[in-house]
């Protein structure tokens, strides 16, 4: 069935690194890859997102890459800043538009 | 513009009890989605309507899961009797269009004891 895997659960980095957070899909379908994040007690916000027709997005220190081929897309959040610790999902989605997600990564950004 | 907001916030119930969710969508948007998140798990999908109409269902876990959209407005899920294993984060979403950013609220966290 439809399924995607999101690595490492949790990563932690310093002020400053960069983080990279990496998902598999299954579903050779799936058209519409979308990031959220969810702070503490908060609702999950769309941060951002990419679709199959392009390899690479990117939004100030926050990047997307795709590859079709491998079923493989990840999340780039360069400069970190500790604002940015929220626990993060990749998802996948084909026309239908229900989302499939990952596992989610907790990620701490230390001072 | 008010975003997608859920009631309650929190719910403690015992087994075998009953519990209604409710979810009032962003105005004018069609679909909307059902998903629960199970403690320190993924974020499953359960189901999607396009207006009033279940559009996919798949997720639901079994019949004890009744969602309903009565007038293509704001979203129920009724969970009766409820087990123990339902306990999670409820979460609605919705989207003006299928595979557009979808709004999410904030969650109904559920408990049953």
């Known amino acids: 069935g439809e399924n995607v895997e999101q690595h490492p659960s949790t990563l932690s980095v310093q002020e400053g690194d960069s983080a990279v957070i990496k998902c598999t899909y299954s579903?050779?379908?799936?058209?519409?890859f979308p990031w959220y994040k969810q702070e503490l007690g908060k609702r999950p916000q769309l941060i951002i997102d990419?679709?199959?027709?392009?390899g690479e997005k990117k939004d100030q220190r926050i990047a997307v890459t795709l590859n079709k081929t491998a079923k493989h897309f990840s999340l780039h959040i360069t400069e970190t800043q500790p604002e940015d610790s929220a626990v993060y999902f990749c998802?996948?989605?084909?026309?239908?538009?229900?989302?499939?997600f990952g596992q989610g990564t907790e990620l701490s950004v230390k001072p | 513009e008010a975003g997608v907001t859920q009631f309650p916030s929190h719910s403690v119930i015992e087994k075998g009890q009953t519990v209604t969710l409710r979810c009032d969508p962003i105005?004018?948007?069609?679909?909307l989605y059902w998903y629960r998140r199970v403690m320190g798990k993924e974020i499953k999908f359960l189901l999607h309507?396009?207006?009033?109409?279940?559009?996919?269902e798949s997720g639901m876990p079994n019949n004890r899961f009744l969602a309903e959209r009565t007038g293509g407005t704001y979203s129920t899920l009724k969970v009766q009797p409820a087990e123990l294993e339902d306990s999670g984060v409820y979460f609605c979403?919705?989207?003006?269009?299928?595979?557009?950013?979808?709004?999410f609220g904030q969650g109904t966290r559920l408990t049953v004891v």
């Open positions: 979403a919705s989207s003006p269009h299928r595979n557009t950013e979808a709004f």
């Open positions: 579903d050779s379908a799936s058209n519409y």
């Open positions: 990419i679709r199959s027709n392009v």
């Open positions: 998802a996948a989605s084909t026309d239908g538009g229900k989302l499939i």
């Open positions: 105005s004018g948007h069609d679909n």
């Open positions: 309507f396009v207006k009033e109409s279940k559009q996919d």
